[in-house]
């Protein structure tokens, strides 16, 4: 069975960072596009940041210059680093996997991890 395993969600303070960590199968990690969404309370959720098998990179406009994507090939770990938070980043946020390229553009995508959550206090 396929799994996205995520750690590092929690609290911090504005202007703080956090560091989101999601753990796949080497088959997921090396072939699928993989990523970052998040859902805020009564809001949609919303694609953070993904990369592809290629190493592209797309980041939603919101985080741009504040979150990087990056991957561990020895570990075969994606992260999320969250530097600058705001308190409208406050959400879940849910590790994800796609056999579909840019997948931040995507909502019904293949896998998802169980959701780790962020909070952000003013």
């Known amino acids: 069975q396929v799994q996205l395993d995520e750690s590092g969600g929690g609290s911090v303070q504005a202007g703080g960072s956090l560091r989101l960590s999601c753990a796949a199968s080497?088959?997921?990690?090396?072939?699928?596009?993989m990523g970052w969404f998040r859902q805020a309370p009564g809001k949609e959720r919303e694609g953070v940041a993904t990369?592809?098998?290629?190493?592209?990179?797309i980041y939603a406009d919101s985080v741009k210059g504040r979150f990087t994507i990056s991957k561990d090939n020895a570990k075969n770990t994606l992260y999320l680093q969250m530097n600058s938070l705001k308190p409208e980043d406050t959400a879940m946020y849910y590790c994800?996997?796609?056999?579909?390229?840019?997948?931040?553009?995507?909502?019904?995508?293949?896998?998802w991890g169980q959701g780790t959550l962020v909070t952000v206090a003013s």
């Open positions: 080497e088959y997921t990690y090396s072939n699928y596009c």
């Open positions: 990369i592809d098998s290629d190493g592209e990179t």
């Open positions: 994800v996997a796609d056999t579909r390229s840019r997948c931040i553009y995507y909502k019904d995508l293949e896998l």
